[in-house]
């Protein structure tokens, strides 16, 4: 028997002796994790609008290049559109109109705009912990934006492609996630059990041991019973 197989056979006994604590220490994690996510951690819903910016300048026929050149400006200004999206004028009337405690900052921390490269196309997103009020909020951002850009930014306005939807799942926190977390941390744990307990070990288990602490292997003392006992 050499060396490494000593040693596997020195971790798969810890293991052996120490079997409950390590199949409790994930499964304690995952159950706390379930719980926590569960019935601990108010849910959060997220509702989305799509809109597009376009242009309202008529070219003549024959003459493309003014809608052209307009519609590559507004691609240009797309920073600029998301600025206007969320500045302190869309959040304020918002605010007003919905009679939100929130302050301008704090309405803005919900609110994040997507779109792809090259493109005009907004998704409008606001993260509530009441799925009908985080519907209302993107609704009515949309429609602010709407009536307030064309008084901003001339020759342009905005067509709302998709209104917002009511979220009937929470999109966070994620119960599976947070309990496969927790369902590997626990195994981390064991691991580092394990480990701890190899290391630390305070007795001898084999030859290998005695090599270890540079002692000398005499031989083995043989087990002898004598009246139903175990003596050396």
Request: glycine share 2%; aromatic share 6%; proline share 4%.
């Amino acid at each position: 028997m050499n060396l490494k197989t000593m040693e596997l056979g020195v971790v798969l006994k810890i293991i052996k002796t120490n079997i409950w604590w390590l199949i409790a220490l994930p499964v304690a994690a995952m159950v706390l994790a379930f719980s926590i996510s569960k019935y601990y951690i108010q849910p959060v819903y997220t509702s989305s609008a799509q809109i597009f910016i376009t242009t309202n300048v008529e070219a003549e026929e024959g003459k493309t290049t003014v809608y052209s050149e307009q519609l590559k400006t507004n691609i240009q200004m797309a920073n600029t559109f998301n600025t206007i999206l969320k500045s302190s004028r869309t959040l304020e009337a918002v605010r007003d109109e919905l009679q939100l405690s929130e302050t301008n900052e704090e309405l803005a921390k919900k609110i994040s705009i997507q779109s792809d490269k090259d493109s005009l196309v907004f998704r409008v997103s606001v993260e509530d912990t009441s799925p009908n009020r985080a519907r209302e909020i993107v609704n009515k951002i949309t429609e602010t934006y709407k009536d307030d850009l064309p008084k901003l930014v001339d020759n342009n306005k905005v067509i709302i492609l998709e209104p917002a939807n009511l979220p009937l799942e929470p999109t966070s926190p994620s119960i599976v996630l947070n309990t496969l977390i927790a369902f590997v941390l626990g195994m981390i744990a064991n691991f580092i059990l394990v480990s701890s307990i190899y290391l630390f070990r305070n007795h001898v288990e084999n030859e290998s041991d005695l090599t270890e602490l540079s002692l000398k292997f005499v031989g083995d003392i043989p087990l002898i019973k004598e009246g139903g006992r175990n003596i050396r």
